[in-house]
């Protein structure tokens, strides 16, 4: 099967991809019930097994979070639905998160994304399994970073609970129309759907749904973004699952560097009709 997915792109993305996985192997123990061999045969294609399901081969994209804790997307081939496997590798805690988002779900609303978590651990020869997992957290509520992408892209993320997030951007990327201040119009704000999850200390998979966008207007929105943020060092790795405006499938890594913004702004205290 020819496999035409692409993870990279010069414009849009501040480094290559890392390609440090070629030539290792994981078994990875979820909690589902599921274990998963994987083959990293070159930097960007991954052989994988269950114990009941025939090899399969997928090309991937992966991106460091901190020498030891990998990033990995892949669209998988020949599913009913659109699908985007998101891994993170915990190579130091010996644990692993998966992120399955599909696209196609929900057939009224084609745009849409839908997320499952499983968390699980990394066999090691002669080792028990680790207990602790990967968990989902309330440590960055109240927390607001601003984000800086390659293409010119500013926005800041708010994150008023540990169910939404509030995005507002401050500056446009290349070939998009500048983000102008308009005081006689009040800003959308969308409070999306949200997933807050901690890897390790300072470290946190981000996932968010733009459900209420796509709501609004079927014909916008829907993507699912996941972005994991190295606070420690300020900066994210990242992938966007999405569909552009043309109603086209699209996806792609990036890496965003930002800063937590310690002053109040007025939006975040904006009322907003999408959350109880």
């Known amino acids: 099967m020819k496999h035409e997915i692409k993870f990279e792109s010069t414009e849009k993305y501040l480094k290559k991809l890392d390609g440090s996985l070629a030539g290792k192997n994981f078994w990875l123990v979820m909690d589902n019930g599921e274990e998963y061999e994987l083959r990293f045969v070159t930097g960007d294609i991954v052989e994988w097994r269950t114990a009941d399901r025939p090899l399969r081969w997928e090309t991937y994209g992966c991106l460091k979070a901190d020498e030891n804790t990998y990033f990995v997307a892949s669209i998988l081939a020949g599913t009913p639905c659109r699908t985007c496997i998101t891994l993170v590798l915990d190579v130091e805690n010996r644990l692993a998160t998966m992120a399955i988002s599909r696209m196609g779900y929900y057939p009224k609303r084609p745009r849409l994304a839908v997320v499952d978590f499983v968390f699980g651990a990394i066999r090691a020869a002669d080792q028990p399994l680790p207990t602790r997992r990967h968990g989902y957290t309330r440590e960055l509520v109240g927390k607001k970073i601003t984000w800086h992408y390659a293409t010119g892209f500013i926005n800041t993320h708010i994150y008023p609970s540990e169910r939404f997030c509030r995005i507002r951007p401050l500056q446009a990327g290349?070939?998009?129309?500048?983000?102008?201040?308009?005081?006689?119009?009040?800003?959308?704000?969308?409070?999306?759907?949200?997933?807050f999850i901690k890897i390790k200390d300072g470290m946190y998979l981000i996932s968010f749904?733009?459900?209420?966008?796509?709501?609004?207007?079927?014909?916008?929105?829907?993507?699912?973004?996941?972005?994991?943020?190295?606070?420690?060092?300020?900066?994210?790795?990242?992938?966007?699952?999405?569909?552009?405006?043309?109603?086209?499938?699209?996806?792609?890594?990036f890496v965003a560097y930002g800063e937590f913004i310690e002053e109040d702004i007025p939006v975040e205290h904006e009322p907003t009709p999408y959350r109880v």
Do not use: W
């Open 174 to 195: 290349q070939d998009a129309p500048a983000v102008t201040e308009q005081p006689e119009k009040k800003e959308m704000l969308y409070d999306e759907p949200t997933r």
């Open 209 to 253: 749904i733009e459900e209420n966008m796509n709501y609004v207007n079927p014909l916008a929105g829907g993507n699912n973004l996941m972005v994991l943020a190295n606070t420690k060092e300020g900066f994210d790795c990242g992938r966007t699952f999405s569909m552009n405006g043309e109603q086209k499938p699209e996806h792609g890594l």
